[in-house]
């Protein structure tokens, strides 16, 4: 799982959008949201994305229905919650190590 | 209408497919080289062109995926795909960040080398053909020269493009040649020459000629580092 971590910042937002069934729209709109706009999703992007975590098995497909051609929904699994949780504990290290830099400049 | 263009450069052919959208000219169609337009509206399209995973089909989940963003998917050719979304439903871009882009110039890269190297071993079948003094095969080898130039500056060009978004990753680049040697261009040139002329100067110097064109066109390919390089 390691050599998977720091997660891109595409797959982090996306495995963050898709904690409740989501679906490939929804995804590029809630991570536009978050960021306030920073971080727009590509088709392309969003799709090799999809396929490589659906392969890793961090999300699933939750509701496929095509005969009412419902948009396909993906939602997350237990595997992208651990990799998720790892990221973010990395993560909190990081600003927690940012810190350090604050305390410099205010003894200056 | 019907317009003939032959693009290596998926760049330039978004660009000019997107210019001509904004002129009022949406592309519908395209085969072998000629792309068939229709007269719309003035801007009501953006295209953008992706490489595939298959061979003249569409993955069905891709299909499906880019319908669902409002992608429509104009055409697909070989390994490439043209698409096109509505201007009035916002940007319209593929591949928004570094690491998916490396990915896909990677993938466009490797597609052109698997393609030099089909052709190289077409050059040599028809130089082969050409010695035995077949009309066509002459003009097949010039023209499978030609064509071998011209991909291998897509090699190169789209590793100049991979090597740019890297160091934009932070990753320091090597310094790879490239340029087409010399060796290679002279290569093609003397072995066209040699099949053109080939009534007109005796046979041992022919043969002469050409076994230096073709170690001439070998050393100039391997002299390309970005060739060679994974």
Not at chain 2, 110 to 139: D, H, P, R, S
Not at chain 2, 153 to 162: F, G, Q, R
């Amino acid at each position: 799982m390691d050599k998977n971590i720091p997660l891109t910042e595409a797959l982090f937002y996306i495995l963050l959008a898709v904690r409740k069934p989501n679906h490939g729209y929804g995804i590029i709109q809630e991570v536009e949201q978050l960021t306030d706009g920073r971080v727009s999703l590509g088709a392309g992007t969003l799709y090799g994305a999809i396929q490589s975590l659906e392969k890793k098995g961090w999300i699933r497909i939750y509701s496929e229905d095509t005969a009412s051609r419902k948009k396909k929904e993906y939602l997350i699994t237990d595997a992208g919650k651990e990799v998720f949780a790892a990221e973010t504990k990395r993560l909190e290290e990081l600003l927690q190590n940012a810190a350090y830099m604050r305390e410099e400049s205010t003894n200056d | 209408m019907i317009k003939f263009r032959l693009y290596f450069d998926k760049d330039k052919e978004t660009e000019w497919l997107n210019k001509l959208a904004k002129e009022g000219l949406a592309m519908t169609g395209f085969f072998a080289g000629f792309y068939t337009f229709e007269k719309c509206e003035p801007g009501k399209y953006i295209y953008q062109i992706d490489l595939g995973d298959k061979l003249f089909a569409i993955n069905e989940n891709y299909r499906e995926f880019m319908e669902e963003n409002g992608i429509e998917i104009v055409q697909s050719w070989g390994y490439w795909i043209i698409l096109r979304k509505l201007a009035s439903e916002g940007e319209f871009k593929l591949y928004t960040d570094v690491d998916s882009s490396i990915e896909h110039y990677t993938k466009i890269r490797n597609m052109f080398k698997a393609v030099t190297i089909l052709e190289l071993i077409c050059f040599f079948i028809e130089c082969f053909c050409a010695e035995a003094g077949n009309t066509w095969a002459i003009f097949f080898t010039i023209l499978i020269g030609i064509l071998l130039f011209v991909l291998l500056k897509a090699v190169l060009h789209t590793n100049e493009i991979i090597a740019e978004l890297k160091e934009r990753k932070g990753e320091v680049s090597e310094n790879t040649e490239n340029k087409i040697s010399p060796l290679l261009t002279a290569g093609l040139l003397m072995n066209s020459a040699a099949l053109i002329m080939q009534d007109s100067i005796s046979n041992p110097i022919k043969l002469g000629v050409q076994i230096l064109a073709i170690i001439f066109m070998l050393v100039g390919l391997t002299q390309c580092k970005g060739f060679t390089k994974k």
